[in-house]
């Protein structure tokens, strides 16, 4: 198994683009979540689902966008990206729906925006 | 909004000291978890607790969720450099709030 897999690893953007963090899981967890880790400030939730189709916000989803076509797949867009979405991003999955349950976090994307 | 306040934010020692990292709330929780971060990669969950009281051990590392479930600490016996990360505690609703509210970590550096 590949756990979960995060592409791209690192990503400069300009002011006003827009870019999609791609996110995949091989174990079969209906559950997945995007945080973003910024310096000293711990992991902030932007957004989850709870199975393919399903999406609902986190902590923070402004300038953000997720869909969940497929049970494996969970991309990230970034519309109009501001220097603020400047951070390490984090895609992780669970089985099951309970918070006690283990989260497998992928790799990470860092993103700069200049 | 649950919050959760890790102390120390940094903590630098030498090789073979112990260690105590908190983790602390003002909420209680059903759950707390503790995750360990190395550099450039992921959180990996090393606990999670459940019980008042519960303490839990894995190798040189004693987990610790206080009785009232608002607080709980890491204690790390004799530390070695491949300690060396960002420890994470993570608090965890009840019921179905599957989702978590994570502290904001602290650096660990284990000199040789």
């Known amino acids: 198994n590949a756990g979960v897999t995060q592409t791209p690893k690192f990503r400069i953007l300009k002011i006003g683009q827009s870019m999609t963090l791609q996110c995949a899981q091989d174990?079969?967890?209906?559950?997945m979540y995007w945080y973003r880790q910024d310096p000293g400030m711990g992991l902030k939730l932007i957004y989850y689902s709870v199975g393919a189709g399903i999406t609902d916000k986190g902590e923070v989803p402004n300038g953000y966008n997720v869909s969940r076509s497929t049970t494996e797949d969970f991309p990230l867009r970034l519309e109009l990206a501001a220097p603020s979405q400047t951070s390490v991003y984090f895609c992780?999955?669970?089985?099951?729906?309970?918070?006690?349950?283990?989260?497998?976090f992928g790799p990470g994307t860092r993103l700069l925006v200049l | 909004t649950q919050l959760l306040e890790q102390s120390p934010q940094f903590l630098s020692i030498q090789e073979g000291e112990n260690l105590t990292v908190y983790c602390n709330s003002s909420s209680v929780f059903s759950s707390l978890q503790w995750y360990r971060q190395e550099p450039g990669e992921g959180p990996v969950l090393l606990v999670t607790v459940v019980t008042g009281g519960e303490v839990k051990k894995l190798k040189r590392l004693t987990f610790q969720f206080g009785d009232a479930r608002k607080d709980s600490s890491l204690h790390i016996t004799a530390a070695q450099p491949g300690d060396t990360g960002l420890y994470l505690c993570?608090?965890?609703?009840?019921?179905?709030?599957?989702?978590?509210?994570f502290g904001k970590g602290t650096l660990l550096t284990v000199n040789p």
């Open positions: 174990m079969n967890h209906n559950y």
């Open positions: 992780a999955s669970s089985y099951g729906g309970v918070a006690r349950e283990t989260q497998y």
């Open positions: 993570a608090g965890g609703g009840g019921g179905s709030n599957y989702k978590l509210t």
